[in-house]
């Protein structure tokens, strides 16, 4: 393979790992478990899809917030490495979080990192292994009069 050609494979590969980054969180968004599950290794990812479809359940546990309604990841900050047919990728994201506490709507904004690990499948680049920290969080008020939907 000519120079040129390693560096065209290789914009491919991060290409398609930052693509399948943005359809996690956009599935995440959507509330399709499925689709979220689908970036991450075929081992296990039935039970992982299932796990997912309670995220917000759990998540409420996690977090001051008694009941999500709506989530928005914004993600940022890709950065891939790919070494023949694994790779790892940093991102970041900011992600709003609406729901209620004690009957009144809030707004959670969290600052999060993936630190991800991927293999080349048959079906394209997928999640192997994941690191997700949370950097910051900070929550607020919506605007009275604004409706969310």
Partial sequence: MTDSETRLS??????????ALVRYCNAND??????????????GREARAEA????????????????????????????????????SSFSAARVYIVGTR???PILLMRGITYTDTWVRATD?????????????MLESKPIEGAQVT
């Avoid at 959507?30 to 081992?43: I, K, L, R, T």
């Fill in 30 to 43: 959507a509330d399709d478990w499925e689709g979220m599950a689908s970036v991450f290794v075929a081992e």
């Fill in 10 to 19: 290789n914009l491919l590969d991060r290409d398609e790992i930052a693509s």
């Fill in 52 to 87: 997912f479809s309670h995220i917000r359940e759990r998540a409420t546990t996690l977090m001051p917030i008694e009941h999500i309604d709506r989530e928005q990841h914004i993600l940022s900050n890709i950065e891939v490495s790919v070494d023949g047919d694994t790779a």
């Fill in 124 to 136: 394209g680049w997928k999640i192997a292994g994941r690191k997700h920290h949370l950097v910051w």
């Fill in 102 to 104: 004690g009957g009144e």
